[in-house]
Every structure is written in structure tokens, then in C-alpha cells.
């Protein structure tokens, strides 16, 4: 792939030859459903995937087709991240003995530090917002010669993503709909461009105040957004991927946006009834069902994907919450 715009099906089928093996398989689980309505639904538990989150398939593809390709520096790759993105860069970089320097803000969540060191990383805390990071991980990139990776503008990332909508599809082929968490949109890039394919729709769910999607679908183009959400350290992206625009123009998509206070409700749901422990990005597509904000029909099959349990459980059984 040569160019940041565009994603086909046929990426998708590449980055699964080059993880196979590599990336835990997707594990799907029946449940029942938190709406009146709705009579099939499952869960996608993506959390229990390497590293915490999907990030693991794009971090392994992105690394596995430039060293295909024999374009991987010296100096190594260099990632800006809310902490994810960070720890699957990480990941893969160690497995092939390769030096990973990874960007994150100084309000990282400490668990995802704590684990970047543990992989090895070479970890550096910069700024207050993903932003910084970035702009820092760039000048890196550029006086060292590291081969820049990034948290989802990127096709080789948003393939490896997308491999996990191929594998719901394989072993669930009756899905009509799938439920994902946006961000910058490398995730939903990839998991629309599979549902594309196969003919479902994908509902993208978002948090209220981190809403580079839903503006960019309104705009026609990404567009800079404000950053103030629970769910920031994994979701905050300040503008979403072109790659997700065109992503979204061949799929029956629908985006929602949820508040805060449904994503702490929907992690704790998920925590009391079903002691499923993710972080709060992992909770946002749930969110859509507990809150209401999208009913299925009855007769749909519904699969919510829990992308990430990078979390402390310190908050998660508390008896005064």
C-alpha cells in the first residue's frame, strides 16, 4: 500500500497471512442482551488479545511488512501514543529484537508505563495531550532516522485492525451488526472496510467530547476537535483518519455518541454482571446498548466489540461507587 487513503478488503487478507500465528484468535462469547430488544448478542472479548487491545494485529503487520520489505532502520521505530498504541509497538518490536521508543503525555495512566518499561520500550513522557507526543515522536523520527509507526493513521495499522472483524465474520457469518469504540479511526477503518465486504453494519461509538469521527462525517473532511473525556488516554484522538472517512462512505455506518457518565456505567456494567474488567475505551461501544442510544431489532444479531483492558481495578469494586 502506498498511500494513507485508501484500505481494500485484499489488506486485510495480507495482514492475516503476516499475523497469523503471531495474534491471539478472536474469542466470541454469547450474552444476553441489556435492552428490551436485540435477541442475539456477543461479545468480541478483543481485550484478552496481546498487549491488552486490538492494537497488537496492526503493531505485528505494521512491523512484518517493512521487515518483508527490508525498510526497517537501525535506529528502530518510534510511536506517539495515549499508551496502546505505545505498548503494541512495544510488542512487536521486542519480538524481533528491534528498538522501540515510545512518545506518551505526562498524564499517561501509570499501568500503561509501567507496562511500556516492562516490554522494553524506551519510554518518553512529553506534553499534556496526545498532540504533543506526536509532535515530539516526529522530530525524533527525524534526527534518528527511526521508522515512524503511528497509534491508527495508517493503512498497514488499520489492515491489522481489520483482521479481527474478518475472524468475528468467520466464526459468527450470521452478524448483521457490529459495535466499535472510534478514536482517530483506525480500528473502525479497518472494521468497516471488512463489514464492507461482507455486507453489515457497523455502528461507531464515540464519546461525547471525543468526537473526531462524527465531526470529520459532518464536515466531509477530518476536522480538529476537543479532547476532554473519561475515556481520552485510549480515544482521544484530536482528528480522526482520512482512511476512516473512506471507510465509512462504502459502509452502512451509523455514529453515536455517548457521554461519560454511559461509559462508567456500561465498565461497571460489564464488571458487576458479567466480571469482565476493560478500561474505559474498552466499555464505549457497549455503552451505545446500556444507555439506549442504539436499540437493535428484534431480530438482529449484534456483536460489541471490547477492544481494551489496559485499567487499574482498584475503581472497579468499590462498595461505595
Request: proline content about 5%.
Amino acid at each position: 500500500m502506498d498511500t494513507t487513503d485508501h484500505l481494500g478488503y485484499d489488506d486485510i487478507e495480507a495482514a492475516a497471512r503476516r499475523i497469523h500465528g503471531h495474534t491471539r484468535p478472536i474469542t466470541l462469547a454469547p450474552a444476553e442482551s441489556p435492552t428490551d430488544s436485540g435477541r442475539s448478542l456477543w461479545l468480541a472479548l478483543e481485550f484478552l488479545q496481546h498487549t491488552g487491545t486490538f492494537k497488537a494485529r496492526g503493531a505485528a503487520n505494521f512491523l512484518a511488512a517493512h521487515l518483508e520489505d527490508r525498510t526497517l532502520p537501525e535506529a528502530g521505530v518510534t510511536i506517539a501514543s495515549g499508551g496502546n498504541a505505545g505498548l503494541a509497538c512495544a510488542w512487536a518490536a521486542r519480538r524481533h529484537d528491534i528498538t522501540a521508543t515510545v512518545f506518551v503525555p505526562a498524564n499517561a495512566p501509570a499501568v500503561k508505563v509501567a507496562r511500556l518499561v516492562a516490554y522494553g520500550a524506551r519510554v518518553k513522557q512529553i506534553g499534556d495531550s496526545y498532540a504533543d507526543a506526536a509532535e515530539a515522536c516526529a522530530q525524533f523520527a527525524a534526527d534518528s532516522g527511526a521508522l515512524q509507526s503511528h497509534a491508527y493513521d495508517n493503512p498497514l495499522i488499520a489492515a491489522g485492525a481489520g483482521t479481527l472483524m474478518r475472524e468475528i465474520h468467520a466464526q459468527l457469518p450470521s452478524v448483521d451488526t457490529a459495535l466499535v469504540a472510534v478514536g482517530g479511526g483506525g480500528l473502525y477503518a479497518g472494521i468497516a472496510t471488512a463489514a464492507a465486504h461482507y455486507g453489515m453494519r457497523v455502528i461507531a461509538v464515540e464519546p461525547e467530547n471525543c468526537r473526531a469521527l462524527h465531526a470529520a462525517l459532518e464536515a466531509g473532511q477530518p476536522v480538529p476537535v476537543p479532547v476532554n473525556s473519561i475515556a481520552a488516554d485510549s480515544l482521544g484522538a484530536r482528528t480522526a483518519t482520512p482512511l476512516a472517512l473512506t471507510a465509512a462512505a462504502a459502509c452502512d455506518t451509523r455514529a453515536l455518541l455517548v457521554s461519560d457518565e454511559a461509559i462508567t456505567a456500561a465498565r461497571t456494567h460489564l464488571w458487576d454482571d458479567r466480571r469482565l474488567a476493560v478500561e474505559h475505551g474498552g466499555a464505549t461501544a457497549m455503552a451505545a446498548l446500556t444507555s439506549r442510544a442504539y436499540i437493535p431489532d428484534p431480530d438482529e444479531t449484534v456483536c460489541v466489540i471490547l477492544c481494551g483492558a489496559n485499567t487499574g481495578l482498584a475503581d472497579l469494586d468499590t462498595p461505595d461507587r
